[in-house]
């Protein structure tokens, strides 16, 4: 069985500074890991996957996350924050079995202090 | 194009009534995908459809809910018996189908909110 955990449902971090989602996952197989974004009112965006090649990711709007496999975890950063970026984040895990469900964690609401 | 749109965006029901949820995918996506997100929660899979026929539907909670996918592009998810625990936003995604459900990137749709009285 696949699961991730993210740590904090809430993180607020003031304009321009680093943002820090953490995810952690659980897999009984090689995974692969996902970030979603959903901004208020949209669907689910993509931000980010990985699929076992460079351990680094990196994704759209300058956000990059850093597969780690001796922690287990995935966890997602930008280093200068834009009130923008306010949204709620997913991690989300499945597997190389070609039909595997994608397993998403309970997400992460990033709040931008100006 | 167009993204993936669901219809309709809001609905209201009482509890025992039957409710269907409309999904139109982004034109020659072969895979698509059925999610339910709770409040405070992420998506969870309830089914995903490679073309016409339903390849895992292990997420479906209960028979009282059923989706189909007759020509292979807008799909139905059908509730019947609503009950108020299945108050929810009621997702849809779809993706290429090539590279599986594992990989393929999904596109998603904004979601139906259900609320059963």
């Known amino acids: 069985a696949q699961s991730v955990t993210q740590l904090g449902s809430h993180v607020s971090v003031s304009e321009g500074a680093l943002v820090l989602l953490r995810c952690n996952y659980s897999?009984?197989?090689?995974?692969?890991l996902f970030w979603y974004v959903q901004y208020p009112n949209q669907g689910l965006q993509l931000l980010l996957k990985?699929?076992?090649?460079?351990?680094l990711v990196k994704g759209i709007n300058g956000f990059e996350a850093e597969f780690k496999k001796s922690e287990t975890s995935f966890h997602l950063t930008k280093p200068s924050a834009h009130m923008s970026d306010a949204a709620e984040y997913f991690c989300?895990?499945?597997?190389?079995?070609?039909?595997?469900?994608?397993?998403f964690g309970k997400g992460t609401r990033l709040h931008i202090l100006p | 194009g167009a993204g993936v749109s669901q219809t309709p965006s809001n609905k209201v029901t009482e509890k025992g009534k039957y409710v269907e949820l409309r999904c139109d995918p982004i034109?020659?996506?072969?895979?698509l995908y059925w999610y339910r997100q709770s409040l405070g929660q992420g998506p969870e899979f309830l089914i995903y459809?490679?073309?016409?026929?339903?390849?895992?539907d292990s997420g479906l909670p209960n028979d009282r809910f059923f989706a189909v996918r007759p020509e292979g592009s807008v799909s139905t998810l059908k509730i019947q018996r609503t009950e108020r625990g299945d108050s929810a936003v009621y997702l849809c995604?779809?993706?290429?189908?090539?590279?599986?459900?594992?990989?393929?990137?999904?596109?998603f749709g904004p979601g139906t909110r259900l609320t059963v009285l």
């Open positions: 897999s009984s197989v090689p995974p692969y």
């Open positions: 459809f490679q073309g016409t026929g339903a390849a895992d």
């Open positions: 995604a779809s993706s290429l189908g090539f590279g599986g459900s594992s990989t393929d990137t999904q596109y």
């Open positions: 990985y699929t076992s090649a460079a351990t």
């Open positions: 034109s020659g996506h072969t895979a």
């Open positions: 989300a895990v499945s597997s190389m079995n070609r039909d595997d469900k994608i397993i």
